[in-house]
């Protein structure tokens, strides 16, 4: 841990500056978790603070600080914070708003964080405008509000840009011990992957989740991954933002399904960071990965007294990448010995009711089920009201699902289908024991779901080519596109322009029929009536130039042969590098929406990995006894649109290719657009 961060998020002193309800919360949440440290408030004025003696200010503290919570008004804390750095404090949370998120052109926000930083110097600063964080490991915070966790002795660290979201997170009843709880305000100084790596390098530590509304420095996101790998502790991510787009689509369809989402997703999974969607999805598969971790494979089994439970784990696996391996006949003969004839074996498992409550029968179940092969088992298990009901019998379950896993080696995790069905001090009994508590199916499978692709073996990443966006940028002639990519190793039809229907006509003659016809300078060719395909005379040819609204055309040899088309673009993502698209292309690039995206430089290996993932693939591969494209030709046409941004890094703002046209034995460029501009050194 960096020392200033270790001092501040570790201290054995704290001050705290200010006199109102907020720093008041923080001298009494800090005797409240179990501080045992001197706590020194400083206040020009009063003379204690809850029963804290106060002092006049920074310089009359007995000694410098390890972590300070300023809680004064923004000028103010600039000179708080001058002071603590000339007093050799360790760190500070600065909790005043007003700098850098003001929006209003005329707020002096930025100006004044600038002023803050310069007062910092290098203590550390987490924020400003938040509310610091919460040590639950070694019972010390700077937190001025109510929070809703406990002491714990080892566990996940969760950082986040909301404050209001990270007191929600405390107050949770999922069984799901919480080390830190960090928030990260403006970052003016210190950044999510900066605070990351320090939290990571706590031994008690285990898993760390980011609730993330920007991604600033790449590199640090990167030396973050890197960190967490080498330490073996998963990184969970759940991404605000999924409606903004990086452009707007007013000329391709490339920067119309690749804006800041794809990026992203792009990002987190170049560096095997998880990413989940919803805040319940992240702290059941924070949860999942402190009690078991990345998962071997995506092979699993479920197992439950009900039908209707077995056919909701079904289906809720769908598009999940998890998978019901079949049963063996191994599996068979322990599942027949212990439950009889009359059961079904199937994956999932209806087990039915009447081996309950023998923990025996149960565990022999659970144990049969349990192949060397899986690498999870999970019983669906909601338990009874305890103000109602008798929950008894439900211990059995639980020692027959420690017995299994202790018995197979395989993990294991026990199901409710209601979030509420699990009770917290279940959940925690579950937890101590190894077991995982899971709050919900759906919830429960995104968790195993990410853990199986935290699980394959990754090379490390390259670094993505940082975004430097051009100026004066300029959308080249598709003639001029295609020959750029040409010189790039693209594959493109023979071609050749012409000023008038007339030149085109005699153009296509030279070309060899059939022939396509494109009026210049018009985007969306097809949508616009600027594209004739397959015309096979010079008559055919005239009469379709005629009737284009253009001055100027480009007369291409019409390709035939053609599996499948696709679109390969690259859009600048302003927060994540260069994305490159792969997607359904053509006609079907908006009608079905099928696309994957990676981040440049990418390997040839990803590039056809990108591919398979790919609804239209099996069409690609060929189906049904039809023959399937050139994949090698394909890989060599996107690696070629991607030399092309990597030797243009700068002043490359976009470049797209819909549709490739590929067929049996070559890749080539039906249509290109390029925007490019002046690097901006």
């Known amino acids: 841990?960096?020392?200033?961060?270790?001092?501040?998020?570790?201290?054995?002193?704290?001050?705290?500056?200010?006199?109102?309800?907020?720093?008041?919360?923080?001298?009494?949440?800090?005797?409240?978790?179990?501080?045992?440290?001197?706590?020194?408030?400083?206040?020009?004025?009063r003379a204690e603070i809850e029963g804290e003696p106060a002092f006049r200010d920074i310089m009359a503290l007995p000694d410098?600080?390890?972590a300070t919570f300023v809680g004064v008004n923004r000028r103010t804390t600039i000179d708080v914070v001058a002071a603590l750095r000339e007093k050799g404090a360790g760190g500070v949370v600065c909790f005043a708003a007003g700098f850098s998120e003001a929006k209003d052109e005329a707020a002096d926000g930025p100006a004044l964080q600038a002023q803050l930083l310069q007062a910092a110097g290098d203590m550390s600063i987490i924020g400003p405008n938040c509310y610091g964080f919460v040590n639950y490991l070694d019972g010390a915070l700077l937190w001025p509000d109510q929070h809703g966790g406990a002491r714990c002795e080892r566990g996940v660290a969760i950082v986040t840009q909301s404050s209001n979201i990270a007191i929600n997170m405390t107050m949770q009843k999922r069984g799901l011990p919480l080390a830190y709880v960090v928030t990260a305000g403006n970052q003016a100084q210190t950044g999510f992957a900066e605070i990351g790596e320090a939290l990571l390098a706590d031994p008690r530590v285990t898993t760390l989740g980011l609730h993330i509304e920007g991604i600033g420095d790449l590199r640090?996101?990167?030396a973050l991954a890197?960190?967490?790998?080498?330490?073996?502790?998963?990184?969970?991510?759940?991404k605000v933002g999924r409606s903004d787009q990086a452009q707007a689509a007013t000329v391709s369809h490339t920067a119309s399904v690749a804006g800041s989402d794809s990026g992203s997703r792009a990002l987190f999974s170049r560096l095997g960071i998880g990413q989940v969607d919803t805040i319940s999805d992240f702290m059941e598969t924070l949860k999942f990965f402190h009690v078991i971790g990345p998962l071997a494979s995506d092979r699993i089994a479920s197992m439950s007294c009900s039908g209707g439970e077995a056919s909701l784990m079904a289906d809720l696996t769908l598009d999940s990448g998890l998978t019901y391996p079949p049963l063996n006949e191994t599996q068979r003969v322990g599942l027949r010995a212990a439950l009889g004839p009359m059961v079904k074996l199937a994956n999932p498992l209806d087990y039915n009711t009447y081996i309950w409550p023998r923990t025996d029968a149960m565990a022999a179940t659970f144990t049969s089920m349990m192949d060397p092969s899986l690498a999870l088992g999970m019983v669906v298990l909601d338990f009874?009201?305890?103000?109602?009901?008798n929950a008894s019998d439900w211990d059995n379950v639980i020692e027959a699902v420690v017995q299994t896993r202790d018995a197979s080696g395989v993990p294991m995790a026990i199901?409710?289908?209601?979030?509420?069905n699990m009770p917290e001090e279940i959940a925690l009994r579950l937890t101590g024991r190894g077991v995982a508590p899971m709050c919900g199916m759906a919830e429960a499978l995104t968790?195993?779901?990410?853990?199986?692709?935290?699980?394959?073996?990754?090379p490390a990443a390259l670094p993505v080519l940082l975004p430097r966006p051009p100026r004066d940028v300029r959308l080249l002639t598709e003639a001029v596109a295609k020959a750029a990519l040409a010189r790039q190793g693209m594959a493109v039809p023979k071609n050749a322009r012409a000023g008038s229907p007339a030149d085109a006509a005699k153009v296509a003659d030279s070309i060899g029929f059939p022939v396509v016809v494109k009026g210049e300078g018009v985007a969306h060719k097809t949508e616009a009536g600027a594209v004739v395909l397959n015309l096979g005379t010079a008559g055919a040819v005239l009469q379709a130039a005629d009737g284009m609204a253009a001055q100027n055309f480009l007369i291409e040899e019409f390709v035939t042969g053609t599996v499948a088309e696709l679109l390969v673009g690259v859009v600048l993502d302003p927060a994540h590098g260069y994305v490159l698209t792969l997607g359904a292309g053509g006609v079907l690039t908006e009608l079905i929406a099928d696309t994957v995206s990676v981040l440049i430089p990418a390997s040839p290996e990803d590039i056809e990995t990108a591919l398979r993932r790919l609804r239209l693939f099996p069409v690609i591969a060929g189906?049904?006894?039809?023959?399937?494209?050139?994949?090698?030709?394909?890989?060599?046409?996107?690696?070629?649109?991607?030399?092309?941004?990597?030797?243009?890094?700068?002043?490359?703002?976009?470049?797209?290719?819909?549709?490739?046209?590929?067929?049996?034995?070559?890749?080539?460029?039906a249509d290109a657009l390029i925007r490019i501009g002046v690097a901006d050194d």
């Not at 009874?384 to 009901?389: H, L, N, S």
């Not at 199901?415 to 509420?420: G, I």
């Not at 968790?447 to 990754?458: H, I, N, P, Q």
Request: proline share 7%; aromatic share 6%; glycine share 8%.
């Open 447 to 458: 968790a195993a779901s990410v853990a199986a692709e935290l699980g394959r073996d990754m």
């Open 384 to 389: 009874p009201r305890t103000d109602r009901c």
């Open 1 to 45: 841990m960096k020392p200033g961060l270790e001092r501040l998020f570790r201290p054995k002193t704290i001050a705290v500056v200010g006199g109102g309800a907020w720093c008041a919360n923080v001298i009494r949440k800090c005797r409240e978790i179990g501080f045992d440290g001197p706590i020194w408030p400083v206040h020009p004025e």
């Open 415 to 420: 199901v409710a289908s209601l979030p509420e």
């Open 64 to 66: 410098a600080p390890d």
């Open 623 to 669: 189906y049904r006894g039809k023959a399937g494209a050139d994949i090698a030709a394909i890989v060599r046409a996107v690696m070629a649109v991607q030399a092309y941004v990597e030797a243009n890094h700068g002043r490359v703002e976009e470049v797209e290719i819909n549709p490739l046209l590929c067929g049996t034995e070559r890749a080539v460029a």
């Open 226 to 238: 890197a960190t967490a790998r080498k330490l073996g502790k998963p990184i969970v991510a759940l």
């Open 220 to 222: 640090a996101f990167e």
